[in-house]
């Protein structure tokens, strides 16, 4: 009831009823029953006077350490938000900078990539070559037996021959122009000429003698 009378209540009630119930057996408190009633006006006046300065206060100036305690959150929230930006900055240099190292990673596999292909495709016309060089000189060894073997055999005398022996010599000489002709053809077809094309390219043209 007395904090009701009070001009700072506002009416409102009293709300620290289980502090009161502790406090109201100190002697502090008990002699607050004793008050004159001019004493407890001059207690409410003087709660009026506390109430009116701080509404005459409102709108000053802070004082010294109040204004220098709002200066200093101030500053700190301000410190604050810099450390802040310096992070989200930091952070978003590290992500393009791992965005560009994954790029250059990407493109330097695309390199090696594509100089593994020319290296095996190099590889494999290297073979290539080698082996067509091994069929031509292999032809041309085939060739050249051949031409040696036509040669003796077109030395052969056919002075003292019989009929059955000129007619040996004259089917040998055909199986080796057989031969020849079946040779080119199988020659100019793994070389990719025409048969009797006359390449010129250390095959078995170059070997065939005027034959």
Do not use: C
């Not at 009633?37 to 709660?47: E, G």
């Amino acid at each position: 009831m007395r904090y009701k009378e009070m001009a700072a209540s506002k009416g409102k009630p009293f709300l620290f009823k289980h502090a009161w119930a502790i406090l109201q057996t100190f002697d502090k408190w008990k002699l607050r029953d004793q008050e004159t009633a001019p004493k407890k006006s001059a207690m409410l006046r003087m709660d009026d006077s506390e109430d009116e300065e701080k509404e005459r206060n409102l709108g000053k100036p802070e004082g010294t350490k109040k204004g220098k305690q709002r200066v200093k959150m101030e500053g700190e929230a301000s410190s604050l938000r810099e450390k802040m930006e310096q992070m989200m900055k930091a952070r978003e240099e590290f992500t393009r900078k791992t965005l560009e190292t994954k790029i250059l990673i990407t493109e330097k596999k695309k390199e090696v990539k594509l100089a593994q292909v020319e290296a095996k495709r190099e590889e494999a016309k290297r073979k290539a070559d080698l082996e067509e060089r091994m069929i031509k000189v292999k032809e041309a060894k085939v060739w050249k037996e051949l031409m040696v073997e036509e040669k003796e055999h077109m030395m052969m005398s056919k002075k003292d021959m019989d009929e059955e022996q000129l007619q040996w010599w004259k089917d040998y000489k055909e199986d080796i122009a057989e031969r020849k002709r079946i040779f080119r053809g199988a020659s100019s077809t793994l070389r990719g000429d025409t048969p009797m094309s006359g390449g010129g390219d250390g095959g078995v043209d170059d070997f065939n003698g005027g034959a």
